[in-house]
């Protein structure tokens, strides 16, 4: 792969993990509000749209920059396995949480899992 197009892909991918975060963060704050913003459309679909470029573009950085990621790098592995994690508790916390607690813990339990996903991240230890 060329270095332009990596650096590229990378620039993308953080900036949209920046995106991603800020709104994760955002819809947190709202329903811990009660805030009208959540049921607005382009709340529930501009986000899932930031998401999957994310991981598009995550994968494509894996995959051309690492020519076998997940034989030789388990960082990758710790990273796919805590981005699960993260939108499991991110569903419980915006959606499937059937009391306010515990949003509120599965909102909390996400940003220390998506803090834990980006030291993985810069770090390349998993």
């Not at 990378?10 to 709202?30: E, M, P, Q, Y």
């Amino acid at each position: 792969m060329a270095l332009s197009a990596y650096i590229v892909a990378k620039s993308l991918h953080i900036t949209l993990v920046t995106a991603t975060f800020l709104s994760f963060t955002a819809r947190g704050v709202w329903m811990l509000y009660d805030s009208p913003l959540l049921s607005r459309r382009w709340v529930r679909v501009l986000p899932h749209a930031i998401d999957a470029v994310v991981l598009v573009s995550g994968l494509y950085l894996a995959v051309a920059f690492y020519e076998f990621p997940l034989t030789y790098h388990p960082w990758i592995i710790a990273k796919l396995i805590g981005l699960l994690a993260y939108v499991v508790l991110g569903t419980i916390a915006l959606k499937r949480g059937r009391t306010k607690r515990v949003r509120v813990a599965a909102f909390v339990g996400s940003l220390l899992l998506f803090g834990c996903i980006v030291f993985v991240a810069i770090t390349k230890m998993p």
